[in-house]
Each structure stands twice: as structure tokens, then as C-alpha cells.
């Protein structure tokens, strides 16, 4: 399990997160959500390790493991899918999965992508960036099956994609509790996360405006108020 107790954090001394305080269980899918500039992004890089928290705590299984860097939190089944392609366009995507397969069997991790995304494994010997935007945000999703994360960061994974290609990977994501991980999910298509979520959190100005099931959300007034908008 995951959790995030009253994290303070932000960028040049200018705060972001106020105080928020996040759990992932174990196998469940999390959805965060809010405006922008609500501080989404800013959460799930203190959760991936990316950015020291000013105060708080970040915890696995209880242990305290705030301020480790990511391939410390990476051996401990983060697993952190950036916003903007996280891949290495002049790799190959072969490469690509033997570097996301962190020193584990390269042709297990290669078998492992193409069974979670077949085009890739037609396409192992294309340089990622000439893949398309669709196929490229699959190799960077694949690390979630080739690493066997505890859990999964994932942060507008259907940012500018066609919605055949949305929904192929939402189809994915609802796959991945059945292989042990659990899922914080910050994404623009509202209500495809919430249909995936098991629990939502609402972030308004950096800090926890609503914590509950997704079913708990009654009404679009309700929905507008927290994020100020409709999806």
C-alpha cells in the first residue's frame, strides 16, 4: 500500500500541495482529479520520487521512504508513467523494453510488452521515435507489465491521442489489478477514470476537496464545483 500523509510540496519555495493526504490500497485503482493547476502532477512526482517533499511523508507498507530517489522507489514497485511519451526516441523499441526491464530478462520483458501490446512486438526494431503518438504511449505503459510494479503512477496517459487508441489503453488499465498492481491515475477523460476507479480524490488548489467512491459524486453541480468544469 501506498499512501502520501499531509504532503507539502511545490517549487521554488512557492507551494503546490497544502497538507494532502492520499492512500492507494493494495490492488485498487485510485483516481486523482481536479483542475489544472490543482497540483496532480506535483503529487504523483512526490509519490515517483521526483520531487522532495518540503514536509509529509510518502510510505510503502509502512515504511517511511520519503526522499528516496526513483530507482530506489523503483525497486520498491513504483512505477511512474510521466505525462509526454516516457520513452527514449532514439532507442529502438526492443531498447526501450530491455531498459524498462531494469537488469531482468530482456526477452522475458520483450514477450511480456508484445503479449500486453501485440503491435510492439512488431515493431521491435523501429527507433521509438518514429512510432506513432498511440504506439509510443504504449512502450511507455508496457514498463507497467515488464517491471511488476506494486504500483503504477500514471499521469495523462491519453493526453492527445484518437479515442480508438483511448480506449485500447483504458482497456489495458483495467487489466493491470489482476496482475497485482494498484493504480493512482490522473486523467483528462473523466469518466473513463472514474468507471475504472474504485476510489476518487478531488484535488482543488493543492489541496483534498473530496475523498470517496466515485458513486458517492451525485449530480453535475456537485462535479463542477470540485474540478470547475464538466467531463
Known amino acids: 500500500m501506498l499512501e502520501l500523509q499531509q504532503i507539502v510540496a511545490g517549487y521554488a519555495g512557492t507551494p503546490v500541495l497544502r497538507g494532502v493526504t492520499l492512500c492507494v490500497p493494495e490492488g485498487a485503482v485510485v483516481?486523482?482529479?481536479?483542475?489544472?493547476?490543482?497540483?496532480?502532477t506535483t503529487l504523483l512526482r512526490v509519490a515517483a520520487g521526483l520531487l522532495r517533499p518540503?514536509?509529509?511523508?510518502?510510505?510503502?507498507?509502512g515504511d517511511d521512504?520519503?526522499?528516496l530517489p526513483p530507482h530506489r522507489l523503483t525497486r520498491r514497485g513504483v512505477?511512474?508513467?510521466?505525462?509526454?511519451?516516457?520513452?527514449?526516441?532514439s532507442l529502438t523499441v526492443r531498447e526501450n523494453i530491455v531498459v524498462q526491464a531494469n537488469n531482468g530478462p530482456p526477452e522475458a520483458a520483450i514477450e511480456a510488452a508484445a503479449t500486453a501490446f501485440p503491435v510492439l512486438g512488431r515493431r521491435l526494431g523501429q527507433v521509438a521515435g518514429t512510432l506513432s503518438?498511440?504506439?509510443?504511449?504504449?512502450?511507455?505503459?508496457a514498463r507497467a507489465y515488464v517491471q511488476n510494479p506494486r504500483v503504477v503512477l500514471l499521469d495523462e496517459v491519453s493526453m492527445g491521442l484518437a479515442p480508438r487508441v483511448v480506449d485500447e489503453?483504458?482497456?489495458?488499465?483495467?487489466?493491470?489489478?489482476?496482475?497485482?498492481?494498484?493504480l493512482l491515475l490522473v486523467e483528462q477523460y473523466v469518466t473513463?477514470?472514474?468507471?475504472?476507479?474504485?476510489?476518487?480524490?478531488?484535488?482543488?488548489?493543492?489541496?483534498?476537496?473530496f475523498v470517496g467512491e466515485p458513486g458517492e459524486?451525485?449530480?453535475?453541480?456537485?462535479?463542477?464545483?470540485?474540478?470547475?468544469?464538466?467531463a
Open 192 to 209: 473513463k477514470a472514474l468507471d475504472l476507479a474504485d476510489y476518487l480524490y478531488l484535488l482543488r488548489r493543492g489541496e483534498v476537496a
Open 54 to 61: 518540503q514536509a509529509g511523508q510518502l510510505l510503502i507498507d
Open 65 to 67: 521512504l520519503t526522499g
Open 133 to 141: 503518438g498511440g504506439e509510443q504511449q504504449m512502450l511507455a505503459l
Open 31 to 40: 483516481a486523482l482529479l481536479g483542475a489544472n493547476g490543482a497540483g496532480k
Open 169 to 182: 489503453i483504458f482497456e489495458f488499465l483495467g487489466g493491470l489489478p489482476a496482475t497485482g498492481a494498484s
Open 79 to 89: 512505477c511512474h508513467v510521466p505525462e509526454g511519451r516516457g520513452v527514449f526516441p
Open 217 to 230: 459524486l451525485d449530480g453535475e453541480d456537485l462535479f463542477a464545483h470540485y474540478l470547475g468544469h464538466t
